[in-house]
Nanobody, 126 residues
Framework: VQLQASGGGLAQVGGSLRLSCAAS????????MGWFRQAPGKEREFVAA????????SYADSVNSRFTISRGSAKNTVYLQMNSLKPEDTAVYFC????????????????????WGQGTQVTVSS
């Protein structure tokens, strides 16, 4: 699976952005998907994850109720709708794919994921 993240950019505080992660490969629907982010000088942190069926989702406390993860109708794209953006949301955002069975706790760990996209920069300014 190859992943291509896009949609990052510059946003104002309180604004919105939608990130996309396009995947190649016919078995994309077999993967759970996650979004992570990494700010300068900080470790990569979990943002959101969605199960292969889209029946289950998980969010970091810091983004819960502001961000929404979803799978496209064709299911080869995963989205991260980011609303009410804050300066602390500034980071490089990465999408990732996991072949294992869904487990919410494991879905929050970068080590769980088998494939990673290249990252897209999100900058929130006041």
């Amino acid at each position: 699976v190859q992943l291509q993240a896009s949609g990052g950019g510059l946003a104002q505080v309180g604004g919105s952005l939608r990130l996309s992660c396009a995947a190649s490969g016919r078995t994309f629907s077999s993967y759970h998907m996650g979004w992570f982010r990494q700010a300068p000088g900080k470790e990569r942190e979990f943002v959101a994850a969605i199960s292969r069926s889209a029946a289950s989702t998980s969010y970091a406390d810091s983004v819960n109720s502001r961000f929404t993860i979803s799978r496209g109708s064709a299911k080869n794209t995963v989205y991260l709708q980011m609303n009410s953006l804050k300066p602390e949301d500034t980071a490089v955002y990465f999408c990732a794919a996991d072949r294992a069975g869904w487990d919410e706790a494991l879905a929050q760990s970068p080590a769980t994921y088998d494939y990673w996209g290249q990252g897209t920069q999100v900058t929130v300014s006041s």
